[in-house]
Nanobody, 123 residues
Framework: QVQLVESGGGLVQAGNSLRLSCAASGGTLSTYGMGWFRQAPGLEREIVAAISTSGASRYSADSVKGRFTISRDNAKVVVYLQMNSLKPEDTAVYYC????????????????WGQGTQVTVSS
């Protein structure tokens, strides 16, 4: 069973950047599809980005397309979310997740979740 720990969140001004990291342990990262989700207060959790086991397939939600990039380093067992041109509406708790299916963009596709990291974007 893989354990996931997110880091890199914080408070930033609009227009700035952050890079989130998700460190995996207890499993072979290269066998999992990975995703980043977020949940803002009062709203449902939503997909932000996903990446397949090899990194060949990637998905970005329309709301972050062109601003956020997901990547993975299977050798370092880390998945990243580079977030540029941040907006106040990006404020949320960001979660890293792993799927045994190798790929997925729905919450139900994912088997393991991290505890989340808070991202707050001020205007």
């Amino acid at each position: 069973q893989v354990q996931l720990v997110e880091s890199g969140g914080g408070l930033v001004q609009a227009g700035n950047s952050l890079r989130l990291s998700c460190a995996a342990s207890g499993g072979t990262l290269s066998t999992y599809g990975m995703g980043w989700f977020r949940q803002a207060p009062g709203l449902e959790r939503e997909i932000v980005a996903a990446i397949s086991t090899s990194g060949a397939s990637r998905y970005s939600a329309d709301s972050v397309k062109g601003r956020f990039t997901i990547s993975r380093d299977n050798a370092k067992v880390v998945v990243y979310l580079q977030m540029n041109s941040l907006k106040p509406e990006d404020t949320a708790v960001y979660y890293c997740a792993a799927t045994l299916r190798g790929w997925g963009i729905a919450i139900a596709d994912y088997d393991y979740w991290g505890q989340g990291t808070q991202v707050t974007v001020s205007s």
